[in-house]
């Protein structure tokens, strides 16, 4: 018997890696929790938990890389978690919070979310190393969530004022558009060749500096911001690569 077909190495396939795995089930359960607080009309508190599950979402992936434990079975789990944190957990809190009173379409729109984010996932994962790492295909779905969540924090907040549900036809129709963005082909800067230990010039710190300081003084408005304008920053981008292939194809001609 060799030593790669030996008990001792089926043994230590069997196991898993605890540390990444351990923030993926962090962000589960904030997921959960988040279902737990929309079902109790909770709106802000079941958005934080969104927010902190894109969090620990985004930590477990590089924890592994970092201490070279990523696995099949923390790639599989970690897509399993995504579904009900970044795809249930959002639908049911656009649900309760904005759609709940337009009856089947509500609830239809909220699946629309779920499914284009399930999809959005399995596309993804039949995609690593097919496509450049530096691009999304589409928007992704811990974005589509944040940009929930950040908008029922927003429009709580003082800025805005609404307390309770707050029902809008328009926010269904956001929600639309957030399931198509996710399953479209747009692409989206996804930051991973962002070499953030690398040595950068004293200006980008600097600016770094000022962009933390306002959004510790304005959180509620500057996290929308910031979340939305990367969901929008897709479709501008690709208007703009539309214009200009067209600028080239009219230079062309003459």
Known sequence: MTEENSPRRTRMKKGIYILPNLFTSASLFCGFYSIIASFKEHFVPASIAILFSVLFDGLDGRIARLTNTTSKFGAEYDSLADVIAFGIAPSLLAYSWAMSIYGKWGWIVAF??????????????????IIESSVFNGLPIPAAASVIATTVIFFSSEYIGVEGKFHNIFIM??????SLLMVSGIKYYSFKDMKLLARKPFTVFFWLVVASIIIVAEPELMFFVIILGYALSGPVWWLVKFVKKNKEKKADVH
Do not use: T
């Open 173 to 178: 129709i956001f929600v639309i558009i957030l």
């Open 112 to 129: 629309l979310f779920v499914l284009c984010g399930a999809l959005r996932l399995a596309r993804y994962n039949i995609q690593i190393g």
